[in-house]
């Protein structure tokens, strides 16, 4: 009976647990939660989609487009700014401004190209296209688009792009700003891009030298000249250049300096030509010592400057490079120029004059030929003697001349605009009304 009591017992103190140590530290057991999945970043597509919508007629306007460009998203405000563009238009041009005081660089940068494109159509090429103007090398060559005489631009435009050419936070979109003030020819530009090229930013010195250039503001000379011996061969050649276009003379003994201490053959060429532009009796000298160099940039302006000093001594030289057989097409257009200036003004086959007015059809040469004679136009003899080429003239010579007239601002050549306005091209017509309404709006009140 002690046994069969016995084995019970044994057996129930095998199930029982051991005791607990109460000094023994016992482990802690975390209860499992599952962690919080990431939050989502909102997605812009459905905002990127109706934009689309929008560029491609599908509904919308100018006014949704302009609530997506104030979005908090930096792309879509990129590419709302980007399909405001493609629209264009005059209803653009609020929003594009109000974008210019956008927080993101590309956002400023864009509408500013898109008031551009506003005054001159197909200046913006093409849709998404390189990502504006932020790429360093963007501004290493040299843009010389320009909006025509007639074209007026908005005053609060105009400030848009004044305000970033003085108070941008970064340099790309300045000297993109720059860009613009010079092809819209913003003259109220002029004492920003003067603070502009005191900046130590060598792209944003260049586009504000360019755009003053094209503003074409002779008091804006003087303000340059400190740049003539800089140490940038690119800014110091492009200052050599905007003071001879600015007729700043009092620069001429630092551009003389340049033409004897250049440091390569680009800059000699560029003070060469700077100088020529000035004219000053006592460099001829100087002319005539580089009309026999072997360098055709050279030689060019050597032509150039004699042509303005206008020293009949020096006509069998000009004649001479004119009818040099094999000379680069520069030299026959700057000898044919310097020969009309001192008074060739003869319309006859192979005559100086005709040959500038036959290189208005060459698109290599168009550019030269007309530079030229926008300033022969400013002698009189030249005027009365140039209408006698239309007759024989082709539509590109006669667009070329219409804004040719243009520029000189002379009444007396009225009477040649008008017979052009009837012109069977279309084209050459209203370009010939388009350069009487400029020459009208620039003469004095009667």
């Excluded at 006014?63 to 590419?79: C, G, M, Q, Y």
């Excluded at 060019?300 to 009949?312: C, K, V």
């Excluded at 680069?328 to 003869?346: K, M, P, T, Y």
């Excluded at 219409?402 to 050549?413: N, T, V």
Aim: net charge negative.
């Amino acid at each position: 009976m002690g046994c069969g009591l016995f084995l019970p017992l044994m057996l129930l103190a095998q199930q029982q647990p051991p005791a607990s140590d109460p000094n023994q530290q016992q482990p802690s057991v975390q209860p499992q939660t599952e962690s919080p999945p990431p939050a989502q970043k909102p997605s812009n597509k459905p905002q990127l989609d109706r934009i689309h919508e929008i560029e491609k007629g599908r509904g919308g306007g100018m006014s949704e487009l302009a609530a997506f460009s104030k979005d908090h998203d930096r792309t879509v405000r990129i590419e709302a700014i980007k399909a405001i563009v493609k629209i264009g238009g005059n209803a653009s041009l609020d929003p594009l401004i109000a974008a210019t005081q956008d927080s993101e660089p590309e956002v400023r940068a864009r509408a500013t190209d898109g008031i551009v494109n506003v005054y001159l159509p197909g200046y913006v090429s093409g849709y998404f296209t390189h990502s504006v103007r932020q790429v360093k090398s963007w501004f290493s060559s040299r843009n010389d688009s320009i909006i025509d005489e007639d074209v007026n631009v908005r005053a609060d435009a105009a400030k848009a792009i004044i305000d970033e050419i003085n108070f941008g936070p970064e340099m790309p979109p300045r000297a993109n700003a720059a860009l613009a003030a010079g092809v819209l020819r913003l003259r109220a530009a002029v004492p920003a891009l003067l603070d502009a090229i005191r900046a130590k930013n060598n792209d944003l010195i260049f586009e504000s030298l360019v755009a003053l250039q094209k503003i074409h503001d002779p008091s804006a000379g003087p303000g340059v000249s400190f740049l003539v011996r800089d140490l940038d061969d690119r800014t110091q050649m492009t200052a050599l250049e905007t003071v001879g276009v600015l007729g700043n003379r009092d620069a001429a003994p630092d551009i003389r300096y340049a033409i004897q201490n250049a440091r390569n053959v680009k800059i000699r060429r560029a003070a060469l030509s700077s100088l020529a532009m000035l004219a000053i009796p006592d460099d001829r000298t100087i002319f005539r010592q580089y009309v026999i160099n072997g360098d055709p940039e050279l030689r060019t302006a050597a032509l150039e400057g004699l042509g303005r000093l206008r020293e009949p001594e020096d006509t069998p030289n000009l004649q001479n490079s004119y009818d040099e057989a094999n000379a680069d097409w520069r030299i026959h257009l700057a000898a044919a120029f310097a020969l009309v200036s001192e008074g060739s003004v003869s319309t006859d086959d192979f005559s100086p004059l005709l040959f500038l007015v036959e290189n208005l059809n060459s698109s290599a040469r168009a550019n030269a030929a007309e530079t030229y004679l926008k300033e022969l136009m400013h002698h009189e003899d030249v005027r009365q003697n140039i209408a006698k080429t239309l007759p024989e003239a082709t539509r590109a010579q006669k667009l070329a001349l219409c804004w040719i007239f243009a520029d000189s601002r002379s009444p007396d050549l009225l009477p040649v605009l008008t017979q052009l306005s009837s012109d069977p091209d279309g084209e050459v017509s209203i370009a010939a009304k388009r350069a009487a309404h400029v020459i009208q709006q620039a003469r004095p009140a009667q």
